[in-house]
């Protein structure tokens, strides 16, 4: 039970200011600009979007900087700003299998169509400190100035998921026209048993570290499901809408996105044979952590639809779906803070009472 | 107004200021919700497609957007129904599925039953009717009380069904579920609420 | 075929499910420039079209700039069943001339006066007399550019590909 509690405003608008100047640091040391972090701290502002379940770069390094690096709070600070933006409308579906790719990496396939590019990654660096970083302006190289006429187009690039699919041996992922039907957790509150688009979409804004653990589970046999890293791509996609004055749909820009197709083994049932099966997780700009953990988190998810026996914690949608919200985790353990001061005193009563009276056994 | 351009239908503006103009709006709808059979003139008031009234219009840039499905019913609407699917992009609708229905002409009325009037578990989930009527002058005379009314009102519509007033009789029996209706006139609405009962008084003599 | 990140015309369909006429084709494409362009490309471009057109009377807003968010859909497994990912904020504006050419934009990001010049860069662009003239002059080389800047970037991974050998275990073939 929560009481309301009044004063104490000169101590929290004092705690305010304390607060902005601990965020500052020493004023001696250059103050970051929202540039910066969004340059040099790429990665935590690709995390803030996700979790923020909002594309939009700027305002994640802005949220960073406000949050002091606490990225779960600069993901509340992005939750909340989002409810006061109207909703102008959906896009089309998005095409991954257009995408300009600047990573792309198969577990599975050594001599994928297209040739395996690792990209901007932290795989097969040695995780040993580079002191070259500390001294500051004298390890960066100049930046290379690649010719500015390739003239060639962007090849588009096949999924290995599509090849495995045109084969038989990977259950298809085809499109359903589901109309207006397409759950949306921003309309409509998670109900279930959940759909595996309602599904999805909880995972994409998922905490990463929760989705981390379940899925490192999965692994190591609670709900085992053999996972493989069929493929992997990075890069920029086109968004399109259809507006409402227009008869045909536009482009309106471009979104970074990290993709992830797990494969994994399934026994087949009566109906279908045995064959591959697949998760997929979805990350915006370069969360391939976060895409990979959800893609095996949504596989174990599909232990039902799969007629597979679901005994683990990462095959329960229930489980899994309502604790996944670090937004919402990070406010009912933090709301342990505000004062309980009726509930414990009540609590507080009944152990005296409860002490007495043993007591008075005793004797 | 309407002209045939170059590239095609000269458009409308919605609210001059769309953010402060459809509070005020709002703001006015609520007042006349509070105040069931009350007249309330809407101000201000945006540009009208052919078919609708000023007030229609301006109800509906002030309540629609992209999550209310909307049944627009009447004949040659179709430049209105563009002017709200720019504006708002509320969804259409069949009436029987839409959260709002607009019917341009209050002596046309289709079978008003098919509006959604919710259930137990979501009663909100009832229709909002919007009804353009020819005045709130008419020659016969509703009396409502409910909440909102003190004791009872009288109300005047004209150009309004009998059909109207079957189904809002059925309505009554539904409470907490049904539609609610606002009636519209030029630049003027009356709300009549679910919870608003009427009972109508043929002409005196 | 254009470039990866931009669907290629023959794929795009109107909302009634017709192919693309040759007009809509080439406003589809520079509404997917203008929607890239950064403020002084969108000002160079208003300038070069004025240059050719003179003046023009102002237009009517219809709908102001205006930032919102548009709710971005993927598809399971890449090609399955759509669902909904997370949303991007946009910023859309529409405003008409007096002769009812429309001018629209709508563009990814937060871009009040990119968006009010775009659309009325959009209308303009439809002129019935100079429009080609306005597209190779105004269009075609921002949309060259933004085409070699995106190779450019895809390009910085090249290097980075490999050729993963499997190492034979046991017996090699003699």
């Given at each position: 039970?929560y009481v309301a509690v009044k004063g104490g405003e000169r101590a929290?608008?004092?705690?305010?200011?304390?607060?902005?100047?601990?965020?500052?640091?020493d004023p001696a040391v250059p103050e970051l600009s929202i540039a910066?972090?969004?340059?040099?701290?790429?990665?935590?502002?690709?995390?803030?979007?996700?979790?923020?379940?909002?594309?939009?770069?700027?305002?994640?390094?802005?949220?960073?900087?406000?949050?002091?690096?606490?990225?779960?709070?600069?993901?509340?600070?992005?939750?909340?700003?989002?409810?006061?933006?109207?909703?102008?409308?959906?896009?089309?579906?998005?095409?991954?299998?257009?995408?300009?790719?600047?990573?792309?990496?198969?577990?599975?396939?050594?001599?994928?169509?297209?040739?395996?590019?690792?990209?901007?990654?932290?795989?097969?660096?040695?995780?040993?400190?580079?002191?070259?970083?500390?001294?500051?302006?004298?390890?960066?190289?100049?930046?290379?100035?690649?010719?500015?006429?390739?003239?060639?187009?962007?090849?588009?690039?096949?999924?290995?998921?599509?090849?495995?699919?045109?084969?038989?041996?990977?259950?298809?992922?085809?499109?359903?026209?589901?109309?207006?039907?397409?759950?949306?957790?921003?309309?409509?509150?998670?109900?279930?048993?959940?759909?595996?688009?309602?599904?999805?979409?909880?995972?994409?804004?998922?905490?990463?570290?929760?989705?981390?653990?379940?899925?490192?589970?999965?692994?190591?046999?609670?709900?085992?499901?053999?996972?493989?890293?069929?493929?992997?791509?990075?890069?920029?996609?086109?968004?399109?809408?259809?507006?409402?004055?227009?008869?045909?749909?536009?482009?309106?820009?471009?979104?970074?996105?990290?993709?992830?197709?797990?494969?994994?083994?399934?026994?087949?049932?009566?109906?279908?044979?045995?064959?591959?099966?697949?998760?997929?997780?979805?990350?915006?700009?370069?969360?391939?952590?976060?895409?990979?953990?959800?893609?095996?988190?949504?596989?174990?998810?599909?232990?039902?639809?799969?007629?597979?026996?679901?005994?683990?914690?990462?095959?329960?949608?229930?489980?899994?779906?309502?604790?996944?919200?670090?937004?919402?985790?990070?406010?009912?353990?933090?709301?342990?803070?505000?004062?309980?001061?009726?509930?414990?005193?009540?609590?507080?009563?009944?152990?005296?009472?409860?002490?007495?009276?043993?007591?008075?056994?005793?004797? | 107004?309407?002209?045939?351009?170059?590239?095609?239908?000269?458009?409308?503006?919605?609210?001059?200021?769309?953010?402060?103009?459809?509070?005020?709006?709002?703001?006015?709808?609520?007042?006349?919700?509070?105040?069931?059979?009350?007249?309330?003139?809407?101000?201000?008031?945006?540009?009208?497609?052919?078919?609708?009234?000023?007030?229609?219009?301006?109800?509906?840039?002030?309540?629609?957007?992209?999550?209310?499905?909307?049944?627009?019913?009447?004949?040659?609407?179709?430049?209105?129904?563009?002017?709200?699917?720019?504006?708002?992009?509320?969804?259409?609708?069949?009436?029987?599925?839409?959260?709002?229905?607009?019917?341009?002409?209050?002596?046309?009325?289709?079978?008003?039953?098919?509006?959604?009037?919710?259930?137990?578990?979501?009663?909100?989930?009832?229709?909002?009717?919007?009804?353009?009527?020819?005045?709130?002058?008419?020659?016969?005379?509703?009396?409502?009380?409910?909440?909102?009314?003190?004791?009872?009102?009288?109300?005047?519509?004209?150009?309004?069904?009998?059909?109207?007033?079957?189904?809002?009789?059925?309505?009554?029996?539904?409470?907490?579920?049904?539609?609610?209706?606002?009636?519209?006139?030029?630049?003027?609405?009356?709300?009549?609420?679910?919870?608003?009962?009427?009972?109508?008084?043929?002409?005196?003599? | 075929?254009?470039?990866?990140?931009?669907?290629?015309?023959?794929?795009?369909?109107?909302?009634?499910?017709?192919?693309?006429?040759?007009?809509?084709?080439?406003?589809?494409?520079?509404?997917?420039?203008?929607?890239?362009?950064?403020?002084?490309?969108?000002?160079?471009?208003?300038?070069?079209?004025?240059?050719?057109?003179?003046?023009?009377?102002?237009?009517?807003?219809?709908?102001?700039?205006?930032?919102?968010?548009?709710?971005?859909?993927?598809?399971?497994?890449?090609?399955?069943?759509?669902?909904?990912?997370?949303?991007?904020?946009?910023?859309?504006?529409?405003?008409?001339?007096?002769?009812?050419?429309?001018?629209?934009?709508?563009?990814?990001?937060?871009?009040?006066?990119?968006?009010?010049?775009?659309?009325?860069?959009?209308?303009?662009?439809?002129?019935?007399?100079?429009?080609?003239?306005?597209?190779?002059?105004?269009?075609?080389?921002?949309?060259?550019?933004?085409?070699?800047?995106a190779r450019q970037r895809v390009d910085k991974s090249a290097p980075?590909?490999?050729?993963?050998?499997?190492?034979?275990?046991?017996?090699?073939?003699?």
């Open positions: 039970m929290i608008a004092a705690a305010h200011q304390l607060l902005a100047e601990e965020r500052r640091g910066q972090i969004e340059q040099q701290m790429s990665l935590a502002v690709d995390r803030v979007m996700s979790e923020g379940a909002l594309y939009d770069r700027d305002l994640a390094a802005l949220a960073i900087k406000q949050a002091r690096g606490d990225l779960v709070e600069a993901i509340f600070l992005i939750r909340a700003y989002r409810t006061t933006l109207p909703r102008l409308g959906y896009t089309l579906p998005i095409d991954t299998g257009r995408m300009a790719m600047r990573r792309r990496i198969s577990a599975t396939f050594k001599d994928v169509p297209g040739g395996q590019v690792l990209g901007p990654t932290f795989d097969y660096t040695h995780r040993l400190l580079d002191f070259t970083l500390a001294a500051e302006g004298a390890n960066v190289s100049p930046p290379q100035q690649p010719s500015i006429n390739n003239p060639a187009p962007i090849p588009p690039m096949p999924r290995v998921t599509d090849i495995l699919a045109a084969e038989g041996i990977l259950a298809p992922e085809v499109d359903i026209d589901a109309g207006d039907t397409i759950a949306d957790l921003t309309r409509e509150p998670l109900a279930f048993p959940a759909d595996r688009d309602a599904r999805l979409q909880a995972l994409a804004r998922a905490d990463e570290g929760f989705l981390l653990g379940l899925g490192y589970s999965t692994q190591r046999g609670y709900g085992r499901s053999h996972p493989f890293a069929g493929e992997i791509r990075m890069g920029a996609v086109s968004v399109e809408i259809q507006p409402e004055e227009l008869p045909f749909p536009i482009d309106i820009g471009e979104v970074e996105l990290t993709e992830c197709q797990m494969i994994n083994q399934f026994k087949g049932t009566a109906e279908t044979p045995p064959q591959f099966t697949r998760g997929y997780g979805l990350a915006f700009c370069q969360g391939e952590r976060k895409a990979m953990a959800m893609a095996l988190v949504d596989r174990s998810l599909r232990a039902a639809e799969l007629g597979e026996t679901a005994d683990s914690p990462a095959q329960d949608a229930e489980f899994v779906l309502c604790h996944c919200d670090n937004l919402e985790a990070s406010g009912f353990v933090q709301h342990l803070k505000l004062p309980h001061y009726v509930d414990f005193q009540a609590e507080l009563g009944t152990l005296r009472t409860l002490r007495a009276e043993r007591r008075e056994a005793a004797e | 107004m309407m002209a045939q351009g170059q590239g095609g239908l000269l458009m409308l503006e919605g609210f001059a200021d769309p953010v402060d103009d459809s509070q005020r709006i709002f703001r006015q709808i609520l007042q006349a919700v509070s105040r069931p059979g009350c007249v309330v003139t809407l101000d201000p008031l945006p540009p009208a497609p052919a078919g609708l009234n000023a007030a229609s219009i301006a109800l509906c840039l002030a309540l629609l957007d992209h999550d209310t499905s909307l049944c627009l019913d009447g004949p040659t609407l179709t430049i209105a129904r563009q002017h709200i699917a720019f504006h708002t992009g509320a969804p259409p609708a069949e009436m029987d599925e839409a959260a709002f229905t607009l019917i341009a002409d209050g002596n046309v009325l289709p079978d008003l039953s098919r509006l959604p009037h919710g259930d137990a578990e979501y009663p909100e989930r009832g229709a909002t009717l919007i009804l353009q009527v020819a005045g709130f002058d008419g020659p016969r005379r509703h009396v409502l009380r409910g909440p909102g009314v003190d004791g009872t009102t009288e109300l005047s519509v004209r150009g309004l069904g009998d059909g109207f007033w079957t189904a809002f009789a059925a309505n009554q029996h539904r409470f907490p579920l049904g539609f609610d209706t606002i009636l519209v006139h030029d630049n003027a609405i009356v709300a009549l609420p679910r919870s608003t009962f009427a009972v109508t008084h043929p002409v005196e003599a | 075929m254009r470039e990866a990140g931009i669907k290629d015309d023959e794929i795009v369909r109107c909302r009634d499910g017709s192919p693309l006429s040759p007009a809509q084709a080439a406003r589809r494409r520079w509404l997917a420039v203008l929607a890239r362009a950064s403020l002084a490309e969108l000002e160079a471009i208003r300038g070069a079209i004025e240059g050719v057109i003179g003046d023009h009377a102002p237009p009517r807003l219809l709908r102001q700039p205006e930032i919102g968010m548009t709710m971005l859909r993927g598809r399971m497994g890449g090609t399955g069943q759509v669902f909904n990912f997370s949303e991007i904020t946009m910023t859309r504006c529409t405003l008409q001339l007096a002769d009812g050419r429309l001018g629209c934009a709508y563009m990814s990001g937060r871009k009040k006066n990119e968006a009010r010049l775009a659309a009325l860069i959009d209308a303009l662009l439809q002129d019935p007399d100079h429009g080609e003239r306005l597209i190779a002059l105004a269009i075609d080389p921002l949309s060259a550019e933004q085409a070699a800047r980075t590909k490999v050729e993963f050998f499997t190492l034979v275990r046991g017996e090699n073939p003699a």
